[in-house]
């Protein structure tokens, strides 16, 4: 079975500082992860994902995430957080073996102060 | 080209009504979801419609919710006798194969309040 953990509800940062998103998953499967980022009122967007290449992963807007299976994680990171960054944001977790169960964490609220 | 769209964007109802929600998949995606999204909750996969085959309906939460996609393009879910849970924004999705691996697109939402 897949699931998704997504340790923090709320995260803030200032403006400027690193950002560290958690995301631990569970998988019977080789997964595919992924980061979406949604922003009041906007549809879901892509951020980055992994697929089995490369366990580094970048994404748009400087944010990159690690695969790491030892630790069954896939945090997000960015160096720099900037104020556009304040959004809701999910990892989810898919197997690959199936096309249609993708197991979306609860989110993270990211704050940025100014 | 055009994204996903969805429609309406709001909708407000009394419970025991029934509503219907559209989404406009991006045109060649093979792969439409949908997915319910309540406040402080992640995503609930709802449905999954997959090219010509039977949808995978194990999402959807009572028997009172169903969808059809005609043609394998637009799509519609019904809730019928809609209660005051059914509040939620329901988001549609589309990807070009359904893959497990392939990125999914999303809709902005149907807020629906049911009073």
């Known amino acids: 079975a897949q699931s998704v953990t997504q340790l923090d509800s709320h995260v803030s940062v200032s403006e400027g500082t690193p950002v560290l998103l958690r995301c631990n998953y569970s998988?019977?499967?080789?997964?595919?992860l992924f980061w979406y980022v949604q922003h009041p009122n906007k549809g879901l967007q892509l951020l980055l994902k992994?697929?089995?290449?490369?366990?580094l992963v970048k994404g748009i807007n400087g944010f990159e995430a690690e695969f790491k299976k030892s630790e069954t994680s896939f945090h997000l990171t960015k160096p720099s957080a900037h104020m556009s960054d304040a959004a809701e944001y999910f990892c989810?977790?898919?197997?690959?073996?199936?096309?249609?169960?993708?197991?979306f964490g609860t989110g993270t609220s990211l704050t940025v102060i100014p | 080209g055009a994204g996903v769209s969805q429609s309406p964007s709001n909708k407000v109802t009394e419970k025991g009504k029934d509503v219907e929600l559209r989404c406009d998949p991006i045109?060649?995606?093979?792969?439409l979801y949908w997915y319910r999204q309540s406040l402080g909750q992640g995503l609930e996969f709802l449905i999954y419609?997959?090219?010509?085959?039977?949808?995978?309906k194990s999402g959807l939460p009572s028997d009172r919710f169903s969808a059809e996609r005609t043609g394998g393009s637009v799509s519609t879910l019904t809730i019928q006798r809609t209660q005051q849970e059914d509040s939620a924004v329901y988001l549609c999705?589309?990807?070009?194969?359904?893959?497990?691996?392939?990125?999914?697109?999303f809709g902005p939402g149907t807020r629906l309040l049911v009073l």
């Open positions: 045109s060649g995606h093979t792969a």
């Open positions: 989810v977790v898919s197997a690959t073996n199936t096309g249609n169960q993708f197991y």
């Open positions: 998988s019977s499967y080789s997964p595919s």
């Open positions: 999705a589309s990807s070009l194969a359904g893959s497990g691996w392939e990125t999914q697109y």
């Open positions: 992994y697929t089995s290449a490369a366990t």
């Open positions: 419609f997959q090219g010509n085959s039977a949808p995978d």
